[in-house]
């Protein structure tokens, strides 16, 4: 009896879809094969795979995406050429689909955006896009399966649901434990009690001051600038004679009464205020990085994403301290990887007003060939290929990881033991050595043996050095 939908990807890459498209399946009823050896790296059983395929298979689901095919030494995907696993299922399933009549015997899930040719006969199949959003893509996959008349038990399956559950989860649950725990909310304990807006006449005005003028953080927006530095006027240098400005209002903006909502609501109103300040604070983390000769890039979401270079940081790794350890650790914020280049560890920033004035942290991966650029595809950013090494990188590393390297950053962007920046003539911001944390009574246990990482990683030797 055809009662089993049989789901065909490439492992380990597509493995989270994978485990994400079989639970969803099961429950709802659905009799559902994924090949669990080959989620946990071991060998694929091809005689249960090619019986299940010739006699039980209802539908193959294949995960397609540019995972399911070789890669040149340069590690572009070579279109027309699938991995020998994946070729064996497709040419198994498409043999059996034809020999028995099977119609749309084999479903592609497209979960990248991939072509829809990326092999012989891929575009002649059905063929349901998951790459805006796995739940509509998922609701389009029900959708055939009940037309099709999938079988389907009266009960829902939860026999992999359960096995994950047991392989993956229950080792790791929550317990009782007084444990530390670290934010990524780089608070900002000191402003000065006011930052100024100038108003000028018009935008030009404000855009050849705002070009020349290089002393402090400042930004602008139309025909105003805004910075703590406070000024009556400003001069322009000229190829003749400079030439002085005075704004036409400056307005005096005191934090406080941002936080007290205490801001008229004539121009600059409270939103504009805020929206102000918070451009202020995103110029401060630029300055910050740029004083410490970091490098950056812009990220699909367009922000910044800041990382040491091979000049910033020779050592490519820096020593710091957590606060429920007696000794310093050392992290590498920047690695070999495989036979591509570096890797390194980035950071992205977006200020937060409330409910506590702080950088929002985030951690990222990215990767460069010589040290300082990152990858480039023509003249732009190679984002399809940063993400996929993100990715393979990322997911062997857990939240101990993390947390470490997130707090070696921190402490790297120290100068002469201190994290300064003056902001005017006469204040000058000091920023901690760590972000906020808080005790909890509660924790859990990072998975270390391999058995358990597995699923989420991708085994490669970046050959890195890392010491605790």
Same mark, same amino acid.
């Given at each position: ?11 380990? %890459? ?8 079989? !639970? ?64 064996? %299922? ?14 749309? =015997? ?39 399966? /009940? ?20 392989? =993956? ?9 007084? %444990? ?21 006449? !018009? ?40 030439? %002085? ?55 699909? +979401? ?57 950088? !929002? ?41 993390? /947390? ?7 402490? +790297? ?10 902001? +005017? ?8 050595? =760590? ?16 058995? /358990?990482? +597995? ?14």
């Amino acid at each position: 009896m055809r009662d089993t939908i049989f789901i065909s990807h490439a492992t380990p %890459e597509d493995n989270d879809f994978s485990i994400w498209i079989a !639970n969803r399946l099961q429950l709802l009823g659905y009799k559902v094969w994924l090949d669990k050896n080959g989620l946990l790296g071991g060998e694929k059983f091809w005689e249960e795979i090619d019986q299940l395929i010739r006699n039980k298979a209802t539908k193959v689901l294949m995960v397609y995406s540019k995972n399911i095919c070789q890669r040149d030494e340069y590690d572009n995907i070579i279109e027309g050429r699938l991995k020998d696993g994946i070729s064996k %299922e497709f040419s198994l399933s498409e043999s059996v689909g034809k020999t028995n009549s099977l119609n749309d =015997f084999i479903v592609l899930m497209n979960v990248d955006g991939a072509k829809y040719n990326l092999f012989i006969g891929a575009d002649r199949l059905n063929q349901i896009p998951f790459y805006d959003n796995w739940a509509d893509g998922f609701k389009q996959l029900e959708k055939k399966l /009940r037309h099709d008349e999938v079988y389907k038990e009266d009960e829902n399956i939860t026999d992999f649901g359960n096995w994950y559950e047991n392989q =993956f989860i229950l080792p790791n649950s929550v317990h009782e434990k007084k %444990e530390l725990y670290y934010t990524n909310w780089w608070s900002i304990d000191n402003l000065p009690k006011s930052f100024f807006v100038y108003h000028f006449d !018009n935008k030009s005005q404000a855009d050849i001051i705002s070009k020349q003028w290089y002393d402090f953080p400042k930004k602008g927006a139309s025909n105003n600038i805004f910075t703590f530095e406070k000024k009556d006027s400003f001069v322009v240098q000229r190829e003749k004679d400079d030439i %002085e400005i005075i704004p036409k209002r400056i307005y005096e903006i005191f934090i406080s009464d941002i936080y007290n909502q205490n801001i008229s609501d004539e121009f600059p109103n409270q939103r504009d205020c805020e929206n102000y300040l918070k451009q202020l604070l995103s110029r401060i983390f630029h300055e910050l990085m740029k004083k410490r000769g970091l490098d950056w890039y812009e990220m699909s +979401s367009k922000k910044n994403a800041y990382f040491h270079n091979l000049k910033s940081l020779p050592t490519q790794k820096v020593k710091y301290q957590l606060k429920n350890f007696s000794k310093p650790k050392t992290k590498n914020l920047i690695g070999k990887y495989k036979s591509f280049g570096k890797w390194h560890f980035a950071i992205t920033a977006r200020p937060i007003l409330f409910p506590v004035l702080c950088f !929002n942290l985030k951690s990222h991966i990215t990767f460069t060939s010589d040290g300082y650029k990152v990858w480039q595809k023509g003249t732009k950013v190679d984002t399809e290929k940063l993400h996929s090494h993100r990715r393979a990188k990322g997911k062997r590393m857990f939240n101990e990881e993390w /947390r470490d390297i997130f707090l070696a950053f921190i402490s +790297s962007l120290k100068i002469d033991e201190v994290i300064k920046l003056p902001l +005017s003539s006469n204040y000058n911001l000091i920023m901690n050595d =760590f972000p906020i944390e808080y005790w909890a009574n509660f924790g859990y246990k990072d998975p270390k043996d391999l058995k /358990r990482e +597995s699923i989420l990683n991708l085994e490669f030797n970046d050959n890195e050095e890392e010491h605790e």
